[in-house]
């Protein structure tokens, strides 16, 4: 019989790994999934004028299999593209300017830069062609225990090294110059992670294969996914907050008694597999275990707040250098880290439902703008960006890891079923490797259940994967 299994969360990650179980264990599987705020997590949007923005998570890379898998199961499209380009601005003047939209697919033109853009060009690809494995070992139902055995089956040992050290560290040693890491580089990981060029190479790498390759969006806003896989899997969506598990047992195997808080008060209910897919990190849950021998550590390592702020304004074309607003050329604008820059990148951003007659809208009207950065931008900031406003909707959250806080990553076993899949975002945080750690929960919890050691943190999966063909 399949076991009732827990997800707490209804982000991407606990709808993906909800959708994994089921499809390994089998339609009777019950799963019960908890969530207090609304199901999507961080792929959330906000409405401007009626229409629907997305207010994070909002591009997928072409090569995301996972996602792409997902959006076809659940017959939702890929929204149009709208092209628009984008600059590198400094504080005073534009760095590297564009004539199209996908940054970092423009490097040849950037020739002043030399060769630094080839070489940043095959190191990400290595780095991605060696990812690209692990959706083969997971077709072959192969499971890893910890994100190290991971990342040393996909690339041995050179990758646990890049969680270890910086990206700036890497690409200066594969000999990409200084000044295009400054330049590009730190522009780059200033609007996907909010960081600087100091975050680990492995993450570094993952973001810059994200800028460089096409990305796409889902039609209707990202959260389509995850709404959709947990209708297709019949969950049970349950309103409340995990706020604790304990751990029982009965004729010799462990119980897990989920503890949590909802509109009607405080439950509990048995299980004999959880998947914890929230952050356990002290600054995100106050979550408790009892009762485990050795008792499961507070996780290291700290968040680092984001600030998303959406407005309806007309841009002040004139702070960067354009004062006839008819003239400025750009839908998005990432900075270099400077200290007097007060945010890390702003874009034009187009509604989740684009219409064949959508266009985008002159720089001289008024547009909806989303402005990230680390903290919440003041009237003078705002007046510093934009002549004038009709609103602002800002949303504070604890986006990504600070990468720079800890070394060593989360494990995903916490007990012998009780697992964990927030931590792989110290790899990396993206869509897609939410999706890849759930699939790898799913099928590890699958194999240890069913005790098939031989498919868990095999060695030379590489070869063996192709004696298998």
């Known amino acids: 019989p399949s076991p009732p299994a827990a997800v707490v969360g ?46 994070r998570g909002a591009s997928i890379h072409a090569l995301s299999l996972h996602m792409q898998d997902f959006v076809k199961i659940l017959g939702l499209k890929h929204r149009r593209e709208v092209a628009g380009k984008s600059a ?11 004539t199209d939209w996908y940054l970092l697919n423009l490097f040849r033109l950037w020739w002043h830069y030399g060769i630094s853009f080839l070489r940043l060009q095959m190191w990400v690809e290595e780095v991605m062609e060696k990812f690209m494995r692990i959706y083969k070992y997971q077709a072959h139902g192969y499971a890893f225990s910890s994100l190290e ?8 040992d050179a990758f646990i090294n890049m969680t270890q050290r910086s990206v700036a560290e890497s690409l200066l040693e594969v000999g990409v110059t200084q000044r295009f890491v400054d330049d590009v580089i730190a522009a780059v990981l200033r609007s996907s992670y909010g960081q600087s060029v100091l975050v680990p190479a492995f993450a570094g790498a993952m973001s810059l294969a994200g800028a460089q390759g096409s990305t796409w969006a889902v039609e209707g806003g990202n959260k389509l996914v995850c709404s959709g896989l947990l209708k297709l899997t019949k969950a049970n969506v349950i309103p409340a907050r995990v706020t604790g598990i304990s751990l029982h047992s009965s004729e010799g195997r462990s119980l897990y008694q989920v503890h949590y808080e909802g509109s009607e008060g405080q439950g509990s209910a048995f299980y004999d597999m959880v998947v914890v897919t929230t952050p356990l990190h002290p ?70 439902n684009i219409s064949a007659a959508f266009r985008r809208k002159q720089p001289q009207e008024a547009a909806v703008w989303r402005v990230l950065s680390q903290k919440p931008l003041d009237k003078q900031q705002l007046k510093t960006l934009f002549r004038s406003y009709y609103s602002v909707q800002v949303t504070e959250w604890q986006a990504y890891p600070r990468y720079d806080a800890t070394k060593s990553l989360p494990p995903i076993v916490l007990h012998e079923n009780l697992f964990y899949l927030s931590g792989v975002e110290w790899v990396a945080s ?31 999966l590489m070869h063996k994967v192709k004696t298998e063909l």
């Open 10 to 55: 209804a982000g991407l990650g606990g709808s993906a790994v909800a959708y994994f179980l089921q499809q390994h264990f089998g339609p009777q599987v019950q799963l019960d999934v908890y969530e207090p705020a609304g199901v999507g997590g961080r792929l959330a949007t906000v409405t401007v004028n009626k229409q629907q923005y997305e207010s």
């Open 88 to 98: 590198i601005f400094s504080g005073e003047h534009f760095v590297l300017e564009e």
């Open 430 to 460: 993206s869509m897609e490797m939410i999706a890849v750690a759930a699939k790898n929960v799913a099928l590890l919890a699958y194999n240890r259940w069913h005790q098939d050691l031989d498919k868990i943190d095999q060695k030379d």
């Open 283 to 352: 600054s995100r849950s106050n979550f408790t275990f009892e009762n485990f021998e050795p008792p499961i550590a507070d996780f290291p390592g700290a968040f680092q707040p984001s600030v998303t702020s959406v407005v309806h304004g007309y841009l002040n074309s004139s702070y960067f250098g354009f004062p006839d607003p008819k003239l400025f050329p750009f839908a998005s604008i990432l900075t270099t880290d400077t200290p007097d820059l007060f945010f890390n990148a702003m874009d034009n951003i187009c509604p989740v």
């Open 149 to 156: 055995e991971l990342l040393r089956s996909l690339g041995g």
